[in-house]
């Protein structure tokens, strides 16, 4: 039945959102993810629908996973393909008391199950079971099955996260390659792409757009985000993106794979960590709540992230915004405000926000200008709170907090040599001219979406309550069309943006 409230960022009441297997079936999406919960209890999938990313329709266990002595009492991230009337969902295997003899880690291999009713029930096939080449890879990463067929007249192939035996340990992830006739029975064959860049390439996925195929993947060893590259080629060889690093978000949307509906509009599923006790301070930790960014290919083939339509259309009713100016010489200007402020700062603040919203903002840029951007729940002097900040001379967007972490007493120890989120930037085309920010905020996580391009996703845990700023910073900027939008219904009860299962877990630790 339909979730109470409407949550902007899913998640279930009873665990977290980890690695999401998208489908599109019957006119909506059909999101597999893996359900993080209590540990001990293993690792099931999970399966909730959506037609538009706004009305949620829990389905119960997608995928169970095996009993404590079974390979999948961890069943981890895999995929689903159609083919002669059946679905064939493969899928990670792991138990923790299953043990590679050379390494002592817990192996993993790859599974199979197969639904001859329109994926109502799966009946798994334990005897296509299989492990890496020990000879080659390492038995202890062989995860993430993504099984695709480029040519209709040619093999099944399946993509596998794994890593080579020898080799600098950072730079031994490789993505391992299998071919199938029949979807049973698998041969390894030669790497479908081995750069020596990362210590694994996790939840690889494959698609094309027009004339481009792109490879999609997630790695934990320099930036612990999600990526792509570029081919003409459905086996490569891959490119990095021209002017880019190829990063889909930042560091707080992870493990993100893809799907598209009917009319060939894609889209990616990640997930938003949440962070160790609930704290802007806390590690990031596996799992959290799901994040969804349209997929739009651009003229030359680079890939833009947007906010997804229907999510933008849910929010529809407008709450009145007005500013007070702290600092800085701010004016009306064509139904907007304008501050220039060459060697200072300025900011002005609004009422309280909303604990859900979308925000939007068309800010002028002048030529020159260090930064500029918004505050989120930010105090009365616009001193404290978050900031989405634009810096045009570093060509970045980037997320920051104040006050940072005290590390003492000192008017000096105030984490003035922590420059942002570090983990939270991504690089941006900030010319002079007009650009288009949205930021959509629901309880503690949130996605901030510049010109309809670049995403970027995070937390913010310490400040729950304060008002909207806008500020510049060495500059000159002009904000039009500044506006705040609710959605019309309640959200549940529960405390904002926190699944129950994990603030239970906080209140018993």
Known sequence: MPLQGKQVFYSPQDGFVGDVIPFWHDGEFWLYYLLDRHPGEGT????????????????????????????????????????????????????PKILDERTGVPRQVVMHAISHDGMATWVKQPEDTFTAPADRYDLADWRDPFVFRPDPQGPWRMLIASRHLTGPSRRRGLIAQCVSWDLHNWEVTEPFWDPALYVTHECPDVFSMGEWWYLVYSEFSERFTTRYRMSHSPLGPWQLPPGSDGSVDARAFYAAKTAADERGVRYAFGWIPTRLGLS??????????????????????????????????????????????????????????????????????????????????????????????????????????????????????????????????????????????????????????????????????????????????????????????????????????????????????????????????????
């Open 44 to 95: 099931p999938w999970r399966l909730v629908r959506t037609g538009d990313f706004v009305d949620f329709v829990e389905a119960g266990t997608g995928l169970a996973n095996g009993d404590a002595a079974a390979d999948d009492f961890n069943a981890y991230t895999g995929s689903i393909v159609e083919a002669d009337g059946k679905h064939h969902l493969f899928y990670t295997g792991q138990n």
């Open 280 to 509: 802007d301070d806390g590690a990031w930790e596996w799992a959290g709540e799901l994040a969804v960014h349209q997929v739009v290919q651009r003229q030359d083939g680079t890939l833009d992230f947007r906010l997804p339509a229907t999510i933008r259309d849910s929010f529809t009713e407008t709450v009145e915004v007005g500013f007070t100016a702290v600092l800085g010489a701010w004016s009306s200007h064509d139904e907007g405000l304008r501050v220039s402020v060459p060697d200072g700062h300025a900011c002005a603040v609004a009422e309280d926000l909303p604990d859900q919203f979308l925000l939007s903002a068309d800010i002028e840029v002048a030529a020159g200008t260090s930064a500029v951007g918004v505050l989120l729940r930010a105090s009365d002097d616009g001193d404290e709170g978050y900031a989405v900040r634009l810096e045009p001379r570093d060509g970045r967007i980037t997320f920051d907090r104040w006050p940072r972490q005290h590390t003492g007493e000192a008017q000096w120890q105030i984490g003035g040599d922590v420059p942002q989120v570090l983990e939270l930037e991504r690089a941006a085309d900030l010319t002079p001219g007009t650009h288009r920010l949205e930021v959509l905020v629901d309880g503690t996580a949130f996605v901030a979406y510049l010109d309809e391009r670049v995403a970027m996703s995070g937390r913010m845990y310490d400040r729950r309550d304060g008002g909207l700023g806008l500020f510049v910073t060495e500059g000159q900027a002009t904000f039009t069309d500044v506006s705040v939008r609710l959605r019309p219904l309640t959200r549940s009860t529960r405390r904002p943006g926190v699944p129950l299962v994990r603030e239970l877990m906080e209140e018993t630790t």
